[in-house]
């Protein structure tokens, strides 16, 4: 089964800036598309960005011109998150839709506070 486990999350003022990864327990062929999907309290989870294995990718308008999403293709992805705003503050899945599954990782936090 594989496992995706994320990172870079933490506290950080406005205006700030994070570098999150999300690497999975294995090599994972033909992905068809990965992303970030982060859920703030009493919200459901929402898109915030994905990413094709033609490299296309897909923003939510709430993030356009401040996230960039990229990826290796085979195991991990990254979500570069600039001009951070308390509004962002949420717990970041990501996730892996590949032939083999659809797998979800457990998240990490990002607190955007002064």
Known sequence: QVQLVESGGGLVQPGGSLRLS??????????????????APGR????VATVTSF?????????????TISTDNVKTVFLQMNSLKPED???????????????????????VSS
């Open 44 to 47: 459901q989870r929402e898109l």
């Open 89 to 111: 503050t949420a717990v970041y899945c990501c996730n892996v839709v590949a032939p083999r599954g659809d797998y979800w990782g457990q998240g990490t936090q990002v607190t």
């Open 22 to 39: 999300c690497v999975a327990s294995e090599v994972i062929f033909n992905i068809y598309r990965m992303g970030w999907y982060p859920q």
């Open 55 to 67: 490299g296309s990718t897909n923003y939510a308008d709430s993030v356009k011109g401040r996230f």
